[in-house]
């Protein structure tokens, strides 16, 4: 095996790592998304480059205007490849900033992107600080069969609820496995219950969140990003 290409997780060091070793090779990670309107993939140097031929990506502040390299702002796509459905000018929810120097020993003319990669999405906030993203928290729900939707309700700082709507008779089952998890995941300072309910939480729009958070614990502005989206990168 020549190289290993990584996707849709996010790559940790340690991860990065021990593939690397395991399978004695390099790896190159690359930030992507489902809708098909961005590609940002990693070269030779461990910088990232927007793929031009895939999208255009424009970099945007808050007031739609374009951010200075090196200032984060939101990641606009424009997509060149689904001709039955494209996506001009459409804002994902990451953020990022162009990389103050243009130039990489790739040799590649393609612009660099930093992607932070910050989703506006619902996050869940521990009383200790920590932050955790849909991405992380999603990884308890793997192996569940018997839940047609799963969401975590926070309505309260250190207090979580795993709310399942069920899909078959041992739904029950599924449902505490998840609490045990996402209980690893969080710490014995956070508690987590569990219950089943006939419909799952949706927004307006038909959206139905992972995770429903409704309180910011003290502290907040101290808080740092348990994981990043690589969704990519």
């Known amino acids: 095996m020549r190289v290993v290409f990584t996707d849709g997780e996010p790559l940790y060091p340690r991860l990065r790592e021990s593939i690397e070793q395991a399978f004695d090779t ?9 809708e098909l309107c ?40 424009s997509g060149f490849i689904n001709d039955t459905m494209p996506l001009i000018r459409y804002r994902i929810g990451d953020r990022g900033c162009w990389d103050p120097d243009p130039s990489c020993t790739c ?45 975590i309700i926070q309505e309260h700082p250190g207090q979580v609820l795993v709310r399942g709507v069920a899909s078959d008779l041992e739904a029950s089952d599924d449902l ?19 219950m089943l309910a006939d419909t799952p939480i949706v927004r307006p729009g038909g959206k139905i969140p992972l995770i429903i958070q409704s309180s910011i614990p003290d502290g907040d502005s101290a808080a740092t990003v348990s ?6 990168a």
């Open 107 to 151: 040799g590649r003319a393609f612009r660099r992107v930093i992607p932070t990669i910050t989703r506006e999405s619902d996050l869940l906030r521990c009383p200790d600080g920590r932050i955790f993203s849909p991405r992380a928290l999603n990884q308890a729900l793997k192996g569940a069969k018997t839940l047609r939707f799963c969401q």
């Open 26 to 34: 390099r790896v190159f990670d690359l930030y992507g998304n489902t």
């Open 227 to 232: 994981s990043l989206e690589s969704s990519g």
């Open 176 to 194: 505490m496995t998840i609490r045990k998890n996402l209980q690893e995941i969080l710490g014995k300072n956070v508690s987590v219950s569990a």
């Open 38 to 77: 961005g590609l940002i993939h990693e070269c030779e140097a461990h910088r990232l480059h927007v793929m031009p031929d895939y999208s255009y990506l424009e970099i945007l502040d808050e007031h739609d205007q374009p951010v200075a390299p090196g200032v984060e702002g939101f990641l606009i796509w």
